[in-house]
T-cell receptor, first 110, second 112 residues
Framework: AQRVTQPEKLLSVFKGAPVELKCNYS??????LFWYVQYSRQRLQLLLR??SRESIKGFTADLNKGETSFHLKKPFAQEEDSAMYYC????????????FGTGTSLTVIP | DARVTQTPRDKVTEMGQEVTMRCQPI?????VFWYRQTMMQGLELLAY????????DSGMPKDRFSAEMPDATLATLKIQPSEPRDSAVYFC??????????FGSGTRLTVV
């Protein structure tokens, strides 16, 4: 069965420090993975998707099929990065359903 | 900037009352999702529609929840009767061809 695991519910880093939010997935098919971000009391926003291989707001994420991981990284955390981050797996099929992890709350300490 | 619109923004209701949440997806999007967000469970998928047809609502407690899309511009999520454990933020999201979804601002429901 498909599953997305974000092992850290809470993560705190100092401003300027590197940050890595972990995401592991379980899926027998070819995965498509996304990161969504939710700033305080705002809507969820798409941050990036692995097929684009893009860097958004300094964040990158590489799909590692061997380790079934899609960790989100940023070399120098900023205060405005404090938010809730969700990793999501798109499952192909009738409805292209999305499965979300339980989220990681990132706090960047000034 | 196209947005998914959800109403109401906040809702406080007494246990046992009916609650209806509304979502206006982005025009042209053919897939609509309802998610519930709680501190304990994170984001849970409740139901989703493609071309207004319900494809999966297995995440919803069937005895009290119902989701419909009466037309392409409106999706509704109804809880009857509501219970305190339903207190959560309910998000609607819409998209096209599952490429990445746009979320609404959510409805914060409190059942007392």
């Amino acid at each position: 069965a498909q599953r997305v695991t974000q092992p850290e519910k809470l993560l705190s880093v100092f401003k300027g420090a590197p940050v890595e939010l972990k995401c592991n997935y379980s899926y027998s098919g070819s995965p498509e993975l996304f990161w969504y971000v939710q700033y305080s009391r705002q809507r969820l926003q798409l941050l990036l998707r692995h097929i684009s291989r893009e860097s958004i707001k300094g964040f990158t994420a590489d799909l590692n099929k061997g380790e079934t991981s899609f960790h989100l990284k940023k070399p120098f955390a900023q205060e405005e990065d404090s938010a809730m981050y969700y990793c999501a797996l798109k499952v192909r099929g009738t409805g292209n359903q999305f499965y979300f992890g339980t989220g990681t709350s990132l706090t960047v300490i000034p | 900037d196209a947005r998914v619109t959800q109403t109401p923004r906040d809702k406080v209701t007494e246990m046992g009352q009916e609650v209806t949440m509304r979502c206006q997806p982005i025009l042209g999007h053919n897939t609509v999702f309802w998610y519930r967000q709680t501190m304990m469970q994170g984001l849970e998928l409740l139901a989703y529609f493609r071309n207004r047809a319900p494809l999966d609502d297995s995440g919803m407690p069937k005895d009290r929840f119902s989701a419909e899309m009466p037309d392409a511009t409106l999706a509704t999520l109804k809880i009857q009767p509501s219970e305190p454990r339903d207190s959560a933020v309910y998000f609607c999201a819409s998209g096209f061809s599952g490429y990445g979804y746009t979320f609404g601002s959510g409805t914060r429901l409190t059942v007392v």
